[in-house]
């Protein structure tokens, strides 16, 4: 029987990243957002819920630039924007059915 985790931490193993789903991202701490509630997997659009679980591909600076090149940032509560268009931070990438969620190197 395939693994299946309820949140993104648990996919990622990180409290931060991106979802990127149907050409809009989201970057956000999964734990909280302004003080909402923990982002559980079938809260956020795009991720049924419960997420199975995926091994994750490596990605250079220049790969995760080119992965958000054409993408709409929608949220984005502490201005990462720019350094991860910059190449600032490498990361992980998963690819879900419905979505597709970053890992950055250097974040918790």
């Known amino acids: ?63 995760l630039v080119d992965l958000l090149d054409p993408v709409s940032i929608i949220y984005d509560a502490n201005d990462d924007e720019s350094g991860l268009r910059n190449g600032d931070y490498a990361g992980k990438v998963y690819i879900l059915p419905d979505a597709i969620v970053i890992a950055p190197e250097g974040w918790n």
Do not use: H
């Open 1 to 63: 029987m395939e693994e299946r985790i309820e949140t993104l931490q648990d996919l990622t193993g990180q409290e931060s990243g991106v979802v990127i789903y149907d050409n809009e991202a989201i970057i956000c701490n999964w734990s909280s957002i302004n003080g909402m509630p923990r982002l559980f997997a079938d809260g956020l659009v795009g991720l049924a819920e419960e997420i199975e679980s995926v091994d994750p591909k490596n990605l250079s600076a220049d790969e």
